[in-house]
């Protein structure tokens, strides 16, 4: 190995070679913390909570969209599916009076301003839908497990504050919640 700065190679040799072990030290350990973070018990429970949560929101969109709105266009006289609702706030160049335009896409390639609300109301039925979904599933989760998903809750009559239900005294103004204070007046 040839000489950058004068001076015994060997030297050079032990300083490169301790780098390297530093590096190398620090490389593994930073992969085995890496590796360690990864496959933790609660790393693995987000991901495949996240995988299931993604394709619950497919499966409840192509639900709205697929079963739920098709049949409701048909049944409100709509002439076209929910999706394809719009309304055009300023015309493109090409704009005819009797036709109009037939789809969004049409309108929006001739350069009209379009209030797209049939797409809005897909998104809203499915954001409804989704968390009825959500709310049967973790209620149906309730029932064979002892972990409360569900938290329910009154208001507190003194304080008015949201407690739990399964509370006897409130944890903000300390009354109780069973009536007693009334009792002793």
Known sequence: MPLLYGGSSSANDDEQ?????????????MFAGFIEF???GN?????????LANGFTTVTNSFVNDILLPPLSVI????RNMD????ILRPGPNYEKLDGYNTI???????AVVLA??????HVVSFLCLGVMLYA?????????????IKFTVKCRYCKKRVSAKATRCVNCTSWLDGREDRMR
């Open 43 to 51: 790393i693995l429970e987000i991901a495949f909570g996240l995988i």
């Open 105 to 111: 896409s049409l309108a929006q390639d001739d350069g």
């Open 137 to 149: 599933l973790a209620s149906l989760y309730q029932c064979f497990s002892k972990d409360d998903i």
């Open 117 to 122: 609300y049939g797409g809005f109301i897909s």
């Open 84 to 87: 394809e609702k719009f309304v």
């Open 38 to 40: 990864a496959f933790s």
């Open 76 to 79: 409100l006289p709509l002439n």
């Open 17 to 29: 070679r301790s780098l390297l072990e530093q590096g190398e030290v620090r490389a593994k350990r």
